[in-house]
Protein backbone atom coordinates (compact mmCIF):
# COMPACT_ATOMS: atom_id res chain seq x y z
CA UNK A 1 0.00 0.00 0.00
CA UNK A 2 1.36 3.52 -0.94
CA UNK A 3 -0.21 7.01 0.21
CA UNK A 4 0.46 10.14 -1.60
CA UNK A 5 -0.58 13.24 0.32
CA UNK A 6 -0.91 16.35 -1.33
CA UNK A 7 -2.07 20.00 -0.86
CA UNK A 8 0.32 21.43 2.06
CA UNK A 9 1.63 24.78 1.85
CA UNK A 10 2.17 28.39 4.25
CA UNK A 11 -0.77 30.05 5.04
CA UNK A 12 -2.06 32.91 7.66
CA UNK A 13 -3.36 32.85 10.79
CA UNK A 14 -7.21 32.21 10.30
CA UNK A 15 -6.51 31.14 6.98
CA UNK A 16 -7.70 27.59 5.05
CA UNK A 17 -5.99 24.66 3.42
CA UNK A 18 -7.24 21.18 2.07
CA UNK A 19 -5.26 17.99 2.58
CA UNK A 20 -5.57 15.40 0.24
CA UNK A 21 -4.67 11.56 0.60
CA UNK A 22 -4.67 8.82 -2.08
CA UNK A 23 -4.46 5.17 -1.91
CA UNK A 24 -2.92 2.64 -3.41
CA UNK A 25 -2.31 -0.98 -3.76
CA UNK A 26 -3.93 -3.97 -1.56
CA UNK A 27 -6.64 -2.33 0.19
CA UNK A 28 -9.64 -3.75 2.03
CA UNK A 29 -12.79 -2.83 2.34
CA UNK A 30 -12.66 -1.79 5.33
CA UNK A 31 -10.05 0.47 6.96
CA UNK A 32 -9.44 3.86 8.53
CA UNK A 33 -8.03 6.34 7.08
CA UNK A 34 -6.95 9.80 9.18
CA UNK A 35 -3.99 12.29 9.40
CA UNK A 36 -1.72 12.45 11.88
CA UNK A 37 0.79 16.02 12.41
CA UNK A 38 4.02 16.42 13.94
CA UNK A 39 5.30 19.75 15.21
CA UNK A 40 8.99 20.32 15.59
CA UNK A 41 10.02 18.77 19.18
CA UNK A 42 7.07 17.51 19.66
CA UNK A 43 5.46 13.43 19.23
CA UNK A 44 3.14 12.61 16.26
CA UNK A 45 -0.40 13.15 17.59
CA UNK A 46 -3.94 12.28 15.38
CA UNK A 47 -5.40 14.93 13.79
CA UNK A 48 -8.64 13.04 12.76
CA UNK A 49 -9.85 9.61 11.49
CA UNK A 50 -12.47 8.63 9.24
CA UNK A 51 -13.38 4.56 8.99
CA UNK A 52 -14.38 3.29 5.72
CA UNK A 53 -18.48 3.34 7.03
CA UNK A 54 -17.59 7.46 7.66
CA UNK A 55 -17.56 7.45 11.28
CA UNK A 56 -14.94 10.26 11.90
CA UNK A 57 -12.97 10.84 15.38
CA UNK A 58 -11.16 14.46 15.89
CA UNK A 59 -8.33 15.67 18.43
CA UNK A 60 -10.18 18.23 20.62
CA UNK A 61 -7.88 20.62 19.38
CA UNK A 62 -9.37 20.84 15.70
CA UNK A 63 -12.88 20.24 16.55
CA UNK A 64 -15.39 23.28 14.83
CA UNK A 65 -12.11 24.15 12.21
CA UNK A 66 -10.94 20.71 11.00
CA UNK A 67 -13.22 18.71 8.61
CA UNK A 68 -12.16 15.30 6.97
CA UNK A 69 -13.78 13.65 4.54
CA UNK A 70 -13.21 10.50 1.96
CA UNK A 71 -14.24 9.04 -1.40
CA UNK A 72 -13.92 5.31 -0.96
CA UNK A 73 -14.22 4.54 -4.82
CA UNK A 74 -10.66 7.08 -5.05
CA UNK A 75 -9.25 5.63 -1.54
CA UNK A 76 -8.61 9.41 -1.02
CA UNK A 77 -9.10 10.87 1.92
CA UNK A 78 -9.15 14.51 2.40
CA UNK A 79 -8.61 17.10 5.21
CA UNK A 80 -10.74 20.84 5.11
CA UNK A 81 -8.61 22.66 7.60
CA UNK A 82 -10.32 26.08 8.67
CA UNK A 83 -9.45 29.00 10.86
CA UNK A 84 -5.98 27.58 10.68
CA UNK A 85 -3.89 28.99 13.55
CA UNK A 86 0.07 29.09 14.04
CA UNK A 87 0.03 26.21 16.88
CA UNK A 88 -1.39 23.90 13.62
CA UNK A 89 1.75 24.91 12.18
CA UNK A 90 3.33 20.78 11.49
CA UNK A 91 4.29 18.69 9.12
CA UNK A 92 1.14 16.61 8.10
CA UNK A 93 1.00 12.89 7.48
CA UNK A 94 -1.94 10.63 6.14
CA UNK A 95 -2.74 7.11 7.61
CA UNK A 96 -4.50 4.01 6.63
CA UNK A 97 -5.30 1.19 9.07
CA UNK A 98 -6.54 -2.27 7.82
CA UNK A 99 -6.37 -4.71 10.20
CA UNK A 100 -6.12 -8.60 8.30
CA UNK A 101 -5.30 -11.08 10.68
CA UNK A 102 -3.32 -8.23 12.90
CA UNK A 103 -3.50 -4.51 11.93
CA UNK A 104 -1.30 -2.77 9.69
CA UNK A 105 -0.34 1.00 9.30
CA UNK A 106 0.83 2.57 6.42
CA UNK A 107 2.20 6.14 6.44
CA UNK A 108 2.14 9.06 3.81
CA UNK A 109 5.43 10.99 2.92
CA UNK A 110 3.95 13.94 4.95
CA UNK A 111 3.16 17.66 4.13
CA UNK A 112 4.42 20.63 5.32
CA UNK A 113 1.71 23.12 6.88
CA UNK A 114 3.04 26.05 8.32
CA UNK A 115 0.34 29.27 9.44
CA UNK A 116 2.11 32.48 10.40
CA UNK A 117 0.65 35.04 12.53
Known sequence: VQLQ???????RSGGSLRLSCA???????????????QAPGKQRELV???T?????NY?????????????NAK????????????EDTAVYYCNLEQTVIRRYD?????????VSS
Do not use: C, E, H
Open 5 to 11: AYGGGSV
Open 106 to 114: YWGQGTLVT
Open 48 to 50: ATI
Open 59 to 71: ADSVKGRFTISRD
Open 52 to 56: SGGST
Open 23 to 37: ASGSIFSFNVMGWYR
Open 75 to 86: NTVYLQMNSLKP
